[in-house]
């Protein structure tokens, strides 16, 4: 049975709307804010820009209708004229980075779990019952068991990284069983496309593989290469955003969503290089450091998504990296450095 709560366009419920966007100079979360704006809300984005964690003011080129406050999470007295008046809230703020997080695990505790607690209290008293969207990870839940993973996998992270970000994802939860709040929650596989941060490290893999790509150098793949992933394109995990923001009274909270297809990293970094134009890839064992958070392989369940949302990834793994390769051409300066660049084009 067709789940009622369903719109067939979701764009719609937010034209003239107050949205909010933590974290929205970021990867994924200014293509949340580019969404919304093409869509007709009238958009807010909040980062504070913290170094290591993605923040790109030229993200937003291309959306000059959307506010920009630089701000922490947690500043009340920043957000209070927005919290008070907003419709919806995409929470993306945070950190990423699994071996940042073992090498400073305060670091990241402060960023993923004391600062998503301290913001949805705040969210809770200025806008009791307002909807959110957080965007959590797959990583919380370790090394699979099995194959591919579903909601009902026990939580087990390997890095400081997942305990944060699990924590977080509760705190959403329990708000809501409270009842002063209406969280969603969407546990994001490997995400790739536009606007990604290209010259931050610990960002995750297809980051670094494109970057290397895209500067035309030779991408090195830790271990046999026969490691899966299902990378899923930005334009799919903002449809995914939508879709939970919009949808009313949904029968589940918590949604893993991930790509179509599971691929061996051979493929994938096979397949940057040769759209990229780039040399075949190479191999090389695991550094110390990575392989202590190493998970061995990963694949998606998304059925459930699909089943309550009817959401599904629409972008072919080759065609998004095509769309990705032909977004930075242009635009590679304001993502890498431009002697990098620079250097590239001279060879």
Request: hydrophobic residues 40%; contains cysteine; neutral net charge.
């Amino acid at each position: 049975m067709r789940y009622k709560g369903l719109i067939e366009n979701p764009s719609v419920a937010y034209r003239h709307r107050k949205v909010l966007v933590t974290g929205g100079l970021g990867f994924i979360g200014s293509n949340v804010a580019v969404r919304l704006a093409e869509a007709g809300a009238q958009v807010t984005v909040v980062d504070s820009s913290v170094p290591g964690c993605g923040a790109n003011s030229y993200n937003l080129a291309q959306a000059p209708g959307v506010r920009v406050i630089h701000a922490d999470i947690r500043d009340s007295g920043a957000l209070a004229g927005e919290l008070l008046g907003v419709d919806f809230v995409f929470n993306l703020a945070g950190e990423i980075s699994h071996v940042h997080s073992m090498q400073n695990p305060s670091r990241d505790a402060d960023l993923n779990a004391t600062a998503q607690l301290h913001f949805l209290e705040e969210c809770s008293r200025q806008a009791p019952g307002r909807r959110i969207v957080y965007a959590s990870t797959r990583q919380i839940y370790g090394v699979p068991q099995y194959l591919p993973v579903d909601e009902q996998h026990p939580v087990r992270p390997v890095d400081f990284n997942g305990v944060h970000k699990y924590a977080a994802t509760v705190y959403h939860q329990l708000w809501t069983e409270m009842g002063r709040l209406d969280a969603r929650i969407l546990c994001l596989t490997n995400v790739y496309g536009p606007r990604m941060a290209l010259n931050v490290p610990g960002q995750g893999f297809l980051g670094h593989f494109l970057r290397v790509g895209l500067l035309g150098e030779t991408i090195r793949i830790f271990g046999d290469g026969r490691q899966l992933r299902d990378p899923v394109y930005v334009d799919d995990v903002v449809d995914a955003f939508l879709m939970a923001g919009a949808a009313d009274n949904p029968p589940r909270r918590l949604w893993n969503v991930g790509g179509a297809a599971a691929l061996p990293l051979a493929t994938i970094a096979e397949t940057i290089a040769r759209v990229a134009g780039a040399p075949a890839p190479v191999y090389q064992p695991f550094p110390p450091e990575h392989k202590t958070i190493d998970i061995g392989s990963y694949s998606t369940d998304s059925s459930r998504i699909r089943k309550d949302l009817g959401w599904r990834p629409t972008i072919p793994f080759e065609e998004g990296i095509r769309r990705t390769v032909q977004y930075f051409g242009p635009e590679l300066p304001h993502y890498l450095s431009r002697c990098a660049v620079m250097a590239t084009r001279r060879s």
